[in-house]
């Protein structure tokens, strides 16, 4: 297989890859909200985080209330009847308080007359002390029932302030950004009837294993509209540290000219994703190449041609091959070419035992 050793690194695979904001959502029909009833905003506006951008009304929500408001009704009566009972209760002792202190009087005025009649109003004034003493604990069961009933009432109610609040649902922008709206959406669950993009763009790139030691965060990239003749700068941002997928990559080989047929193999190699932050914006939707910017030229080991002490590559130029020495250094992704090779020059990985200095080969790519 003929390779281009280069320092800027194409992520894997080489084909197209699409701009995409930096952050999105999109808000779709929620049946458990209840009815969707209005979309705030416009199309096209931009949005705080925390800005309302659509209100549902759940009439099912709004019948429990309204039943809880009813029951209300009969726990305000009982309250006002726990008032008529306590203020029943409060009269009647204030009457037996009045007539208690005047059997107290008259007691002791009889005493002190030595009047024998005073053993009489002795055991009145025990009565009616009694009588005060019962009627002062229906005062205070009076007061425990009207304590009870606004307690009651005043639970019910925040019971019932919290229904209502669900009968509305307010749907809030999670971040800043420009909301856009699909009117479809307000009656299909299948479609967003809002979405909200943030300022910036990324792009979703990946690499294969033997790229992937060549990422770093904060590395420089160039990103390429096709639609354009622009270069944006931008940086890596994230770098995914699991696999993303498994593929077959079948290696094209390099066969001398007049040769028989050549075998290909396949080897399965991963994925890694990385995301890539552009400095300017780049319109969502549109296609994109990256170009990751690298300090080095790496070559795999199979592209080596050991003679004695000295090693060399075969490079690939107008239909021949030239046998030229190389300096590398061995790496954990292959070797790093110091010397000899230079950028954009094309080499042959696993070259044939018989290629010879100026063979004229075959390529198949």
Known sequence: MVRKPSNKM?????ALMVAEPKESRSFSLDLSLGTLENIVVKNGQQVKSGD????????TIADQANEQAQSLNKLNLAITNAKTNLDSAVQKRNQLANQLAQ???????????????????SAQLDAAQQAYDAQVEVVNQAQQALDNSNLDFSDANAQVEQTRKKVTTSVTAPFYGTVYIDEAGKSSANTPYATIVSPG???QATVTEYDYNK???????????????RKVLGSITNISTLPQSAAVSNQASAALS??????????????????????????????????????????????LVKKGEETFVYTYKKGKVHLT????????????VEKGLAVDEQYIVDPDKRLTEGKEVEVFE
């Open 258 to 303: 007049g040769a028989g047929n050549t075998a290909s193999g396949g080897t399965t190699i991963s994925n890694y994703s990385f995301t890539v932050e552009a400095q300017e914006e780049i319109h969502y939707g549109f296609s994109v190449q990256i170009s990751v910017h690298l300090s080095d030229i790496t070559i795999p080991k199979e592209a």
């Open 201 to 203: 763009t990324i792009v």
């Open 325 to 336: 020495k190389v300096t590398v250094k061995e790496q954990v992704d292959g070797y790093s």
């Open 52 to 59: 309302v951008i659509a209100t549902y009304q759940n009439a």
């Open 103 to 121: 059997a107290k009087k008259s007691v002791q005025c009889l005493q002190a007359a030595n009047d024998p009649s005073a053993i009489e109003a």
């Open 10 to 14: 194409r992520p894997n695979p080489p």
């Open 215 to 229: 990422l770093k965060l904060g590395q420089k990239v160039e990103i390429l509209p096709v639609n354009d003749s």
